[in-house]
């Protein structure tokens, strides 16, 4: 059973923000939200994390709403390297060990 | 090396033959993940190591495939009796603790490696 709902696939152009929103209903007290990237032919690579309100790195931002139900994932000023599936990982509610659960990733698609 | 690495890259074989894929994790990491992509699809969580406690096998499609890890080192996963639908991308991934902290700990992937099975 899925624990995350993304949107399948974004179009977007180049210089354009993106964001994408990750639903996660069942997420627990203690599980932080990690948003993974996957070009293709390669393995998921992190991205960015948090817990609540806003995250900022180099690479993009993570805001989380206060009943942390959701969260976006958003990329400024996208290039056509930003072509790749997202993955938004929450950890599993009830605490079982190792079973994270990978949402089934936004394919982003970026347009020159 | 500095990152996790997997072998082969690729395996081709023939229905009903028994396959062996190795993970190198990074060193120090305790916790070893494999998980399975097919064509288009996302990741299918397999089974999860965390330094010497049993392994969290729920996520295994059936009882032919296993897996092993000889504590914090290399894990192997095996497929006996491979099927066509056996055909994906293994990845393998590690992180420093585990899940304890659920989503908490990075995991880091290895490239994968290519199943096809014919």
């Known amino acids: 059973l899925a624990k995350t709902t993304q949107p399948i696939s974004m179009d977007s152009y180049e210089g354009q923000e993106v964001n994408i929103t990750c639903s996660h209903n069942?997420?627990?007290?203690?599980?932080?939200i990690t948003w993974y990237q996957q070009f293709p032919s390669q393995g998921p690579r992190f991205i960015i994390q948090?817990?609540?309100t806003k995250v900022t790195n180099e690479v993009a931002s993570l805001f989380i709403p206060a009943d942390r139900k959701s969260s976006t994932l958003s990329l400024p000023r996208v290039s056509l390297s930003d072509t790749a599936v997202y993955y938004c990982l929450v950890g599993e509610g009830g605490g079982s060990q190792g079973n994270l659960i990978f949402g089934k990733g936004t394919k982003l698609s970026v347009k020159p | 090396g500095a990152g996790v690495s997997q072998s082969p890259s690729n395996k081709v074989t023939e229905k009903g033959k028994d396959v062996e894929l190795r993970c190198d994790p990074i060193?120090?990491?305790?916790?070893l993940y494999w998980y399975r992509q097919r064509l288009g699809q996302g990741l299918e969580f397999l089974i999860y190591f965390q330094g010497n406690s049993a392994p969290d096998k729920s996520g295994l499609p059936s009882d032919r495939f296993s897996a092993e890890r000889t504590g914090e080192s290399v894990s192997t996963l095996t497929i006996q009796r491979t099927q066509q639908e056996d055909s994906a991308v293994y990845l393998c991934?590690?992180?420093?603790?585990?899940?304890?902290?659920?989503?908490?700990?990075?995991?880091?992937f290895g490239p994968g490696t290519r199943l096809l099975v014919l």
């Open positions: 060193s120090g990491h305790t916790a």
């Open positions: 069942n997420i627990a007290t203690n599980d932080y």
């Open positions: 948090g817990y609540k």
């Open positions: 991934a590690s992180s420093r603790l585990g899940t304890s902290g659920g989503a908490r700990e990075t995991q880091y």
